[in-house]
């Protein structure tokens, strides 16, 4: 499987608050979808998309977009798509994770010029009591 020709067609960003002077705890959530899986030629399909960052009442990110999709069952996951808008476990999770790793970064910049947090979350510094610092989320 090779996915290749990566692209956003559309960008829809929103932020909803004017203020954010005072703290507050803002949920993000991603989400992406496939809207057409369609064979261009044997061993390959185009497959177009949409992915969301929702930060709940606060704001959204939204991007739709496509690529081509490379592989000899390219037809076959394509028909199965169109027919129970449903495809095999491996393929979407390489698909989706795809989408993320193309998504998410251009999400971040969008959300800097939105004044919004990143749509990731940022490493926490903690400092034992020997004075080390250990990098990485911190876990309650």
């Known amino acids: 499987m090779k996915i290749k020709n990566m692209e956003i067609r559309s960008i829809e960003a929103r932020r909803f608050i004017k203020d954010f002077s005072r703290p507050m705890n803002i949920r993000i959530d991603h989400n992406s979808s496939i809207t057409l899986f369609s064979v ?3 061993g ?3 497959v177009e998309f949409e992915y ?10 939204k991007f739709e977009g496509d690529f081509i999709y490379e592989g000899k069952n ?3 996951i394509a028909e199965r798509w169109q027919s129970k808008r449903d495809m095999p476990n491996e393929v979407a999770s390489q698909i989706h994770t795809a989408i993320m ?3 998410v970064p251009q999400a971040v910049i969008i959300a800097k010029e939105l004044k919004l947090p990143p749509p990731i979350p940022l ?3 903690r400092i034992d009591k020997k ?3 250990k990098f990485g989320p911190e876990v309650a």
């Open 131 to 133: 004075g080390i610092k």
């Open 52 to 61: 969301t960052a929702s930060y709940g009442p606060v704001g959204i990110i």
């Open 44 to 46: 390959e399909a185009q």
């Open 74 to 76: 390219a037809e076959e």
């Open 101 to 103: 790793h193309f998504c």
């Open 40 to 42: 261009i030629k044997k």
């Open 123 to 125: 490493p926490q510094i």
